[in-house]
T-cell receptor, first 119, second 115 residues
């Protein structure tokens, strides 16, 4: 079974530019999450999709961040325009929908992350 | 505000020794607690998951405990190996309406195992 795939693994851009990160979840996982880890700090939740719908986007820092999941498959996270404080590692995770922990729900499988460096 | 505090921040031990990592949380309403291992350059991988009624869970040389009354968890690593060198992250989830879960992450404990 293929895992969660993220692209690119590392992106270096200048302040003001645009970057789009992509996440391919495990096939059949309806839940898709985006997280961000800024250096020296904890991983923080950004948003949660259930299929193509945004279930919770309370963690999105501001309107420079736009996440989409057209068709309920892969997801993109666009940062436009990028600022210095956006630098960090962006993780994507997916999980199946189920009834409670025993069904495997809420056991997130993470991708390797996309490291974003804004200069 | 939901918070997860981990200690120590970093730890260095000799290969073959045991160690215990701590996690204190204030997350409500509590749903479950997970320990993840994150190797450098990789995403976190789940080690254990415990619900309110479980107070211990093992996965090979990893044993997690949970005290829901004091809101504390520990991860005990037995007979450490060089491959155990990684960041160990405690994640506590609160349950929400509709069955969704929003996890709160600790900052992690960085473990280095020396030969």
């Amino acid at each position: 079974e293929a895992g969660v795939t993220q692209f690119p693994s590392h992106s270096v851009i200048e302040k003001g530019q645009t970057v789009t990160l992509r996440c391919d979840p495990i096939s059949g996982h309806d839940n898709l999450y985006w997280y961000r880890r800024v250096m020296g700090k904890e991983i923080k939740f950004l948003l949660h999709f259930v299929k193509e719908s945004k279930q919770d986007e309370s963690g999105m820092p501001n309107n420079r961040f736009l996440a989409e999941r057209t068709g309920g498959t892969y997801s993109t996270l666009k940062v436009q325009p990028a600022e210095l404080e956006d630098s960090g590692v962006y993780f994507c995770a997916s999980s199946p929908v189920g009834q409670g922990i025993s069904a495997g729900a809420n056991v997130l499988t993470f991708g390797a992350g996309s490291r974003l460096t804004v200069l | 505000k939901n918070q997860v505090e981990q200690s120590p921040q970093s730890l260095i031990i000799l290969e073959g020794k045991n160690c215990t990592l701590q996690c204190n949380y204030t997350v409500s309403p509590f749903s479950n607690l997970r320990w993840y291992k994150q190797d450098t350059g990789r995403g976190p991988v789940s080690l254990t998951i415990m619900t309110f009624s479980e107070n211990t869970k093992s996965n090979g040389r990893y044993t997690a405990t949970l005290d829901a009354d004091t809101k504390q968890s520990s991860l005990h690593i037995t007979a450490s190996q060089l491959s155990d060198s990684a960041s160990y992250i405690c994640v506590v989830s609160a349950s929400h309406a509709g069955g969704s879960y929003i996890p709160t992450f600790g900052r992690g404990t960085s473990l280095i195992v020396h030969p």
